[in-house]
Every structure is written in C-alpha cells, then in structure tokens.
C-alpha cells in the first residue's frame, strides 16, 4: 500500500506537523496533507499492527484536523478521518439487499473431506490438478461493504443472506476498514466486498472485564461480542470496543465506462491483493497457493496447531479454487459456492452436566457463583468450574443445576457457558437458590441499587480479608514474589497473617516450621516483603483494592499528590476533576479515605516503613513553572490532559485539583465549564489558552 520512499515521506510530515504543534498550529491549506498522514498512521496501526508514532502524537494531529474542520466545516469531506465516528444515536438499521446474495460455505472436518472435495472440484473442471488458495476462516460477524467511486457508501450486515442490516455508521468506526479506497485505479466503479468483523482475544477480555465489573453479565465469545457491537445504536459506545475486519472475497464490481476487467480480478490470490494494496486488511501474509490437495491438508493442519498464537479467533480455513473462470465454471448451488469449502477445526464447544454451585466471596464482599461441571475436555482443557457471574446471568441463562449445558472455549479466553440444552431437561432439575447471607461469615448480603451482584457486608468476612491481601501482594500491585495465592490461604488458617500489615510483621521462625519452606525460600520472601516498602506510590494505591481504582487511576491519584494521606482531604468533587475520574469512582476513592478504620491501616503501613511519597512530585521545583499551580479544564486542542499535566509536573509546577484561591493558571479548552465560571469569580486566577500554556514552558 505505501512504498518505503512514501512511508519515509509521510513520517517526515508527521514530524513536520508535530513540530508546527509545538510552535502554533497547522494551516488550512495542509489540511488534506494531514488527512493522509492520519490515514497513514491508521493503516499501520490497524492493518499492520505496526505503528510508528505514539498514540498521544496521533491523537494531537487529530485534534488539530478536527480545529481545522470545525473551523472550516466546508473543507470536511465524506472519508475525513473525523467522519469515522458519528455523534448521536442510530435510530434504526434500515433492512437493505445485497448486490449478491451472501451465500455460506460448505464444512469439512477431515483430509478424507478434503480430498472428496478435490474429486469433485476435478470432476467438474474437467481438471487433472486444481489450484487452491487457503486462508483463515476468521470467526466474527460478517459483514459486506459497498464502494461507490471510491467511497464507502455501506456497510451491512449478513442478515438472511439476501438482505441484512445497514449498519454503516458502525462500520465507519472500524479503522480497518478504509472509508475511500482507490478502487478506479483498477477501472472499478461500484464494489461490493466481503469480510468479517472481530474483535481480538485481548480487547475481548477487557470488554467483558468491564461488563463484569459493572455487574452485567459478559459474552460467551468474541464472535457474539463482534456481531453485537455492529448492531449497537450508539456508534460512540462501539467505537470504544476496538473492532477489527477482515476482506476476503469480491463480491461483485462494475466496471468504469471504457475500462476492461483487471487481471488482479482473474484469480482470488490475486483479488486478495488488490484488496491489501487498497489499504485493506486482507488476508494477504496468510494465504497461501497449492497445486492439488495434499499441501492444502497440511497447511490447515499447521495452521489449526498455531491457532493459539493469533491475537484473534479463527474457527478454521477456507479453500478456494484460485482461478475464477473455473469458480464461474463449477458455479453455487442455493446454499454454497461448489468452489470453496470451509475446513473447520476440532470443536472448541462441548457439553456437559451442571452438577452443583459454589459460591466465593471476593475481595470486594461480592458473591460470585461457580457452576460445578462433570470435568469435559474443551480444546485441549479440561473444564470443571465455570464462573456463572451473578443472579441475573442464572436467569437470564436459565441455568439449573442438574442441566446439561453447551460450554465454548474460545482460544485462550476464559470458558463460557453458552446455554442450557433446556429441552433435554427430565423435570428433575433444580433452581439454583441464591443464598441470603454470606456463605463465608453469614453476614447479610446486600445489593446495590441498579447492580447486579450480592456483596457481603462485613468488610472483616475472612474471605474478603484473604482476597485483600492476595491483591496486595499480587505482581501488579506491590509484586511481593514468594507470596502466591495459596500462601497467603496457608498463613491465614494457620493464624500467621492476619491482615495486610501483618505481612510485614510474619514470623519467619514459625513459617520456617511449616513444610516446604527451608531457609533459602524464607530469605527470598523476607527480602520481597522488604522491597516492597519502596515499590512506587502508585503501586500501593492499586494495591489497597479500592473499588473501582485500576492501575491508571491509581496512577492518577499518585500524580495528584505527594503523600498518601493528603487524599483524606479531597472533596469528591476535586477527585472528578481528576482525568477519568467520574462520581462512581470518585464516590468510592471518597469513601474508602473517610473510613477511620482504613486510614488506621494507612497510619500502620506507614509506621512499618512503606513508601506514601509521591517523589517525583516532591523533586520537580526547578524548571519555567517552579512554584506555581495548574488546572485544566474543557477539552484542549490538541494535549491530552494527562500529558499537558506531566508537562506541568516536568517543568517545576504543581497541578491542583480545583479552582480555589491557591489555582495560578487554569487553562481552558473547549466547553470548559463550572471551573471556568468560577475562576472569572475569583479573580485572581490567571486563565490562558493552551497556546500560552505552551508559551509558558518554551
Ligand atoms: S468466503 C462466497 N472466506 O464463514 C464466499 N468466508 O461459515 C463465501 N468466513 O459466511 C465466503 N472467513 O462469513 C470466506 N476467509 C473467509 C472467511 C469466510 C470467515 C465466514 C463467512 C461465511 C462463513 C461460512
């Protein structure tokens, strides 16, 4: 797609335009200069995986394209980089027909299929030896997507086959999939094309994380993850899920008055291509060319072992016969094209008898249910447990104890129950029962109003205790190796630990006395506990389990102070001014330092010699902003927050988290708001553009 001199090219603009970032701003007259340099980015971040600039550098060339057009709204054109996602809500997904019906493949499951697949192929050819082309079956949700005059002008669902879903909003969202593409070069002008829409193992995981952590009950795989997300009616809310395509067939095409058919559509290597060297994401480095069957069968069968590997899933392979006068030739019939066959990988579903549920308690009192399984193999596990999240996912799923139930394994991802198979019930199954009170400490069990999870009131219930300190010492958090899970259990029964300042006063004698622990293994723990003291504050704010703190908002919180205990006295509303801090977290991080019994723990680590400092808040008093105190407010045109904030903090100044009479400067951006209001109130506070912000630290 771009040569090594465009990609030199392209990258020195981009280095060019962040200089004049610097300085001041980009002209109008660069403006589509600038569209290519985002495009550029996109594809090497999104089809290449491989991107050559950081994210915060793409994200202020962004902004700046986006200054330019909302300055000059008549230079946005249709395929603008800002046109990806659009603002509001989707009302409906019109039902539209497909220029060619979207036909499904046919399954094998074996060499032996492959190879009556081959006979048939050569029968109907008339041929001795058939040139396939094998590529991966990708296991999303398809899609097909239609350019007019190098635009894309729809993006649908598969739907019946026949007609599907307009879903182009969501699919201008995918940043795979280009929003122009030079298809007249080829001398095309309407193509239809077809793919498929993921979305990798990793921002999967994330998503149902989050979902989880929400008390909403995740998705089986990323395959319904995908095809949800593309029938989602806010485009803003998808585009927050990362999704990725696929193109692997043309469809359909015209031709350009005059223009004849180019060779790149004689065979289907050659289409794939055409597709890669219009900016798509086609399979292009993992097809592969055979004459004849045999090395078809051995590559699926590399591919299937190596399957893991891939960031995404994919379900199996699919044949094609490569020359598309013979595809013409052996035609389709009503459900499947007689040219290609999908080889599909040993099943990675199963089913299995729900035998029982256990209940577990977590760290923060939520009770989690775990479906008890008749052990079953699942792509090459076997799968004995399943988490089942929360009341509403039992309902929702029907879920019974004594049900057989279809469970999936999808890659490396954690095992899902799927469904129940509700029509092989025989009326013995039994409701799974909620239970009332803590299966632990049978202490009440609470739930919060709009969530869906039960927690255990007694912040003392042992097994919250044990959960707590297995985050603290876990390797995000303060990483004290040695510790493990099962230690931490161990030391609790036996009464060595009882909270999380005990680990730093364990007895090691008495630890020397238990099995498996000999001298070189204590040294090593001791040693880790030691260390720990001077891990980074951030670490040990992620560290107390706050609800709702991650490790970004801990880092966030750490920036924001040079001790621990100044926490005590923010307001929650000086925590929401914190980056990505909103009333849920804020509400919580606010709570957690109200409680005395929590600060008594914070004075105990203290005491025990654990660093609270923020140090690399406390070393910057030189630099152009020694002594003086910051606030940003509204979106900046083109700083992100937490960077303009590290600028500050390089430079010797001191951010603060309201407007009050110790604000210097608050900087504003766009919709700046109740600050802004404020700081014209108080008078004495300076308020600059970003512009001077930057004049400041020149
Ligand atoms: S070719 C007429 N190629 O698998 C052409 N399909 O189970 C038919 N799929 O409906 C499609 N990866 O949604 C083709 N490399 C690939 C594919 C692929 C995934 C999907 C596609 C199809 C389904 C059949």
Redesign the pocket.
């Known amino acids: 797609m771009y040569t090594k001199e465009t990609t030199q090219k392209l990258q020195q603009q981009t280095n060019g335009f962040l200089k004049q970032l610097k300085e001041g701003n980009i002209d109008l007259a660069a403006i589509e200069l600038l569209r290519d340099v985002l495009r550029f980015h996109e594809y090497r971040y999104y089809v290449l995986n491989d991107p050559l600039i950081a994210d915060y550098e793409y994200d202020s060339l962004y902004k700046a394209l986006e200054k330019i057009e909302s300055a000059n709204p008549k230079s946005i054109t249709p395929d603008s980089p800002t046109q990806r996602v659009a603002k509001g809500l989707t009302k409906d997904f019109p039902t539209v027909q497909h220029l060619v019906p979207?036909?499904?493949?046919d399954?094998s499951y074996n060499s032996e299929d492959l190879q009556d697949f081959d006979r048939k192929a050569r029968e109907l050819t008339g041929l001795d030896m058939i040139e396939y082309c094998v590529?991966?079956?990708?296991?999303?949700?398809?899609i097909s997507l239609v350019y007019e005059n190098d635009m894309l002008v729809r993006g649908a669902t598969?739907g019946d086959g026949v007609e599907g879903d307009d879903v182009t909003p969501n699919v201008k969202q995918i940043k795979s999939v280009p929003l122009s593409a030079k298809f007249s070069d080829y001398g095309l002008q309407q193509v239809e094309i077809?793919g498929?829409v993921l979305i990798n193992k990793k921002n999967f995981e994330k998503y149902n994380a989050q979902l989880i952590e929400e008390g909403i009950p995740p998705l089986a795989n990323p395959r319904n993850a995908a095809a949800g997300t593309l029938r989602i009616k806010d485009p803003q809310e998808a585009a927050k899920r990362n999704l990725e395509a696929?193109v692997?067939?043309v469809?359909f095409y015209t031709l350009s008055k005059g223009k004849k058919i180019p060779d790149a559509l004689n065979n289907h290597a050659a289409s794939l291509e055409l597709l890669w060297n219009l900016g798509f994401r086609s399979?292009q480095k993992e097809k592969k060319l055979f004459k004849g069957i045999e090395g078809v069968i051995q590559y699926c069968n590399q591919f299937e072992i190596t399957r893991d590997d891939l960031p995404y899933e994919?379900d199996g392979m699919?044949i094609?016969v490569n020359d598309f006068a013979l595809q013409d030739k052996m035609g389709?019939t009503s459900h499947?094209?007689r040219w290609?066959i999908?080889y599909k990988f040993k099943a990675r579903q199963a089913t299995t008898k729900l035998t029982g549920v256990d209940f577990q308690v977590g760290r923060t009192g939520a009770v989690t249910p775990v479906a008890k399984l008749e052990p079953v193999a699942v792509g090459g596990v076997t799968v004995s447990s399943i988490s089942i999240h929360n009341e509403d996912y039992i309902l929702e799923k029907d879920l019974h104890i004594g049900d057989r139930v279809l469970i999936e394994r999808a890659g490396d991802v954690i095992p899902q129950i799927v469904k129940s198979l509700t029509e092989l019930r025989t009326g013995k199954e039994k409701k799974i029962v909620f239970p009332k009170t803590c299966p632990v400490c049978s202490s009440i069990l609470v739930k919060e109003a709009e969530e869906a999870v039960w927690r255990c009131s007694n912040m003392e219930c042992p097994a919250q205790v044990v959960e707590r300190i297995i985050h603290f010492v876990s390797k995000d958090a303060m990483d004290i190796r040695g510790f493990g899970d099962a230690n931490v259990r161990k030391f609790y029964e036996l009464g060595l630990l009882k909270d999380i300042p005990g680990i730093y006063t364990l007895n090691f004698e008495n630890i020397g006395q238990l099995e498996g622990f000999g001298e070189k293994s204590i040294e090593k723990l001791k040693q880790a506990i030691e260390n720990s003291k001077q891990q980074p504050l951030h670490r040990l704010i992620y560290a107390l389990g706050i609800r709702f703190v991650g490790e970004t908002t801990a880092k966030t919180l750490a920036q924001a102070i040079s001790h621990l205990l100044e926490l005590q006295k923010f307001s929650q509303e000086e925590l929401q001014n914190l980056e990505d801090v909103g009333p849920k977290v804020g509400g919580s991080i606010y709570h957690f330092f109200s409680n005395k019994k929590n600060i008594d723990l914070l004075l105990q680590l203290e005491k025990l010699g654990l660093n609270f400092n923020n140090e690399k808040k406390q070393l910057s008093t030189v630099g152009n902003l020694a002594g003086q105190t910051f606030l940003f407010t509204g979106t900046l045109p083109t700083l992100k927050r937490s960077q303009a904030e590290a600028m500050v903090e390089a430079n010797g100044g001191q951010i603060v988290s309201g407007v009050s009479a110790k604000l210097n400067y608050l900087v504003v951006g766009e919709d700046a708001g109740s600050k802004l209001d404020k700081a014209k109130k108080l008078n004495t506070i300076k308020i600059i553009s970003e512009t001077e912000f930057l004049q400041m630290i020149k």
């Open positions: 979207m036909l499904s493949l399954n590529e991966p079956k990708f296991d999303g949700g398809s598969r077809r498929e696929f692997y067939h469809s399979p994919i699919v094609k389709m499947h094209p290609a999908a």
